[in-house]
T-cell receptor, first 115, second 117 residues
Framework: NAGVTQTPKFRVLKTGQSMTLLCAQD?????MYWYRQDPGMGLRLIHY???????AKGEVPDGYNVSRLKKQNFLLGLESAAPSQTSVYFC??????????????FGPGTRLTVL | AQKVTQAQTEISVVEKEDVTLDCVYE???????LFWYKQPPSGELVFLIR??????QNEISGRYSWNFQKSTSSFNFTITASQVVDSAVYFC??????????????FGTGTLLAVQP
């Protein structure tokens, strides 16, 4: 049981390049989330998904797209990277709301630098 | 709107000192969860505790204790007899649990705790 995994762990991009971050979870969780962490700002929600085939915008969605084609995977895409997207990206997942215990499990993070 | 405030940006203590990390939250909801996460220098986020809004009992887990007070909208975290391994960034977070809500976590900006040997 690997929990939540993220690929890659580190990446350096040039302005204008595109890339996709992959999040995978093996806990059969319905909900998945992408956050970014910037110094002095805590974690902010980018996009989230409440189930396979569904996505929704979070607090800071601009410049990102997401897809949830399979329940276990949640992809975060940057179509044209900008230096402002330099950050640490965290993926998280949790069980359905029907369970009272609603802890979010976090992946190890992806450190992205855009030059 | 929901908001979590961690006014202490950085705290430095000497090993074996007790330290309290403050967390103040704002929400219009009567039903919600509060969390604490630890982020050690290695970068991962480690879940510490979850508390729902109906349960104001304080909790103790080893050297860690949490004081939840709805009257002051605070959920403070105390480490007793701190150790160097406690050095980390600690995040307080709030989550709505209304029906149909998506359980989004609202994080505070974190408190960096440095425990000196």
């Amino acid at each position: 049981n690997a929990g939540v995994t993220q690929t890659p762990k580190f990446r350096v991009l040039k302005t204008g390049q595109s890339m996709t971050l992959l999040c995978a979870q093996d806990m059969n969780h319905e909900y998945m989330y992408w956050y970014r962490q910037d110094p002095g700002m805590g974690l902010r929600l980018i996009h989230y998904s409440v189930g396979e085939g569904t996505t929704a915008k979070g607090e800071v969605p601009d410049g990102y797209n997401v897809s949830r084609l399979k329940k276990q995977n949640f992809l975060l895409g940057l179509e044209s990277a900008a230096p402002s997207q330099t950050s640490v990206y965290f993926c998280a997942s949790r069980r359905d709301l029907s369970f009272s215990y609603n802890e979010q499990f976090f992946g190890p993070g992806t450190r992205l630098t855009v030059l | 709107a929901q908001k979590v405030t961690q006014a202490q940006t950085e705290i430095s203590v000497v090993e074996k000192e007790d330290v309290t990390l403050d967390c103040v939250y704002e929400t219009r909801d009567t039903t919600y969860y509060l969390f604490w996460y630890k982020q050690p220098p290695s970068g991962e986020l480690v879940f510490l505790i979850r508390r729902n809004s109906f349960d104001e009992q304080n909790e103790i887990s080893g050297r860690y204790s949490w004081n939840f007070q709805k009257s002051t909208s605070s959920f403070n975290f105390t480490i007793t007899a701190s150790q160097v391994v406690d050095s980390a960034v600690y995040f307080c977070a709030l989550s709505e649990i209304r029906g149909g809500a998506t359980n989004k976590l609202i994080f505070g900006t974190g408190t960096l705790l440095a425990v000196q040997p």
